[in-house]
């Protein structure tokens, strides 16, 4: 047994042995068997508790958690990824809609803690997460990370590795996503290059205010939480503070609500009754797809010119 499934059979026994229930897939042509349907679905079956988690159409490929646990083990002993000084995360829900792993190495291996240029103090923890449901609310993804250990929020980043994020269909092949951790190191300088761009941009007060705009897209709560979040002065903060605040959003599973008549600008800050998992990732999604908008990409690629000069 590999060194991965070592750990999680010792540190996480309940929720591996969810993760190892077994599944299958099944077709289904009728229901009650009186009513035909048109098209033919796929129902996810937990085969040990007599339930069905979900159902899919024909296009659906099932990768069972365990396929994804025991493949990423392998992997990491192949490409010689030291693991044993690195502390794990890892959660499968009671229903077996989803699973995540996440892995931060500690500083003895080959991926120790970064320091950032402008700072030595600003220290950077590196890691790899893996994430799959069965109900397809997540789509497969496989992403190296960071977090960011001087942030009250504690900031967090992805970089997916080499576009490991796969809709569960049947063209996807689960071992291609892990033959790119050969490539760890790449991956890891790609995002530590493009967070030191961030920092090398310097921001006015006019300039926060268009990013949180445009981000929030018309929501004042939105707005509001994002200068709740914002850990420096709006009129002294940088690009790297402003993805700080975005990355801080999307964690911490926290909505702003306002207090009082409708003309109020008062708001509390609460947690979100959603769950925390599904919730992160719908708001990552929100952060990738700003970060490739023109109003980012404007500033970063000042900071892209600045760096190469």
Do not use: W
Not at 41 to 51: G, Q
Not at 187 to 204: A, I, R
């Amino acid at each position: 047994m590999t060194i991965l499934v070592n750990k999680l059979k010792e540190q996480y026994e309940t929720q591996y042995q969810h993760s190892i229930t077994p599944v299958e897939l099944r077709q289904l042509k009728s229901v009650e068997t009186d009513f035909v349907l048109n098209k033919p679905s796929y129902a996810v079956l937990d085969t040990e508790n007599n339930k069905a988690i979900h159902l899919h159409g024909a296009n659906y490929q099932l990768i069972p958690y365990e396929k994804i646990l025991v493949g990423l083990s392998n992997a990491l002993d192949k490409y010689n990824i030291d693991i044993n000084d690195a502390s794990l995360k890892f959660k499968v829900s009671p229903d077996l809609n989803y699973m995540r792993l996440r892995i931060m190495f500690g500083d003895t291996g080959d991926f120790g803690t970064y320091s950032m240029n402008y700072d030595n103090n600003d220290k950077l923890k590196l890691g790899i997460e893996v994430i799959s449901s069965y109900d397809a609310s997540i789509v497969y993804q496989l992403r190296a990370m960071f977090l960011r250990l001087v942030c009250a929020n504690g900031m967090k980043s992805f970089e997916n590795i080499n576009s490991s994020i796969k809709k569960h269909v049947l063209k996807f092949n689960l071992n291609d996503s892990f033959d790119k951790l050969k490539h760890l190191n790449q991956t890891f300088d790609n995002l530590k290059n493009t967070v030191e761009v961030y920092q090398s941009v310097e921001l006015g007060r006019q300039d926060v205010e268009k990013l949180f705009r445009k981000f929030a897209n018309n929501s004042d709560g939105k707005y509001h939480l994002l200068n709740e979040l914002l850990e420096t002065e709006n009129d002294k903060s940088t690009l790297y503070d402003v993805y700080n605040t975005l990355t801080n959003y999307s964690s911490h599973n926290q909505r702003a609500i306002k207090i009082g008549k409708r003309d109020s600008k008062d708001y509390k800050i609460e947690t979100s009754k959603r769950d925390s998992i599904r919730s992160n990732e719908d708001r990552e999604f929100e952060v990738r797809n700003f970060i490739q908008s023109n109003e980012f990409l404007y500033y970063y690629h000042q900071g892209v010119s600045k760096v190469a000069q």
